[in-house]
């Protein structure tokens, strides 16, 4: 099976992906972001602000992030390629050409629909501290309605479920995966 993990910040995805991928024996396909961003000497989006760098690397990432999926029969998938487009569509698409548009919205769409399940964390108000994590829940609240949005348009399979942090994955998998 492969499933992705979808939500806005702080809503859990990446502890939730680690702990579900070790749950189900399945390789955990990473957020690319970070990784590509350090290739270019950040640690996080802070100050980069050049709209062609911020493109070279949600390019970048996606890439990476669609090779790695295909590479493996079953996965779970911490952010996808549905995070990848609803951040590009909030933060890039303004600035990009028609056809760069079409090029990455068709990229992340394909990708999506080779999910058999997509798990959506729900917005949370408040946010904890993390790098390069939103807590403006006005930005937060955009986004995760962009999200869910893009999985209705794109006709993902999901689960809206929501996660606590501390939870117990195995009672979590029980009530929201469908026999895992």
């Known amino acids: 099976m492969r499933i992705g993990i979808v939500g806005a910040a702080g809503t859990g995805k990446t502890t939730l992906a680690r702990e579900l991928s070790a749950r189900l024996g399945w390789p955990l396909v990473p957020d690319f972001i970070p990784q590509v961003l350090k290739e270019h000497g950040r640690e996080s989006w802070k100050g980069v602000l ?12 996606l890439r990476r992030k669609v090779e790695a999926e295909a590479a493996a029969e079953h996965f779970v998938s911490d952010k996808t390629a549905i995070d990848y487009l609803a951040y590009w569509l909030q933060n890039q698409s303004e600035k990009e050409e028609r056809d760069d548009n079409l ?17 959506y964390l729900p917005y949370r ?5 993390g790098l390069g994590r939103s807590q403006d829940p006005v930005h937060n609240l955009k ?28 009672t979590w998998t029980q009530r929201w995966l469908p026999e895992s």
């Open 143 to 170: 986004v995760a309605a962009q999200k869910r949005g893009l999985l209705t348009v794109l006709q993902v399979p999901t689960v809206d479920a929501p996660f606590e942090f501390g939870e117990d994955v195995r």
């Open 103 to 119: 090029d990455f919205i068709a990229k992340s769409r394909a990708a999506a629909l080779r999910y058999e399940l997509c798990v």
């Open 125 to 129: 108000e408040h946010v904890d501290f």
């Open 50 to 61: 050049d709209w062609r760098l911020r493109r070279a690397i949600r390019v970048e990432a």
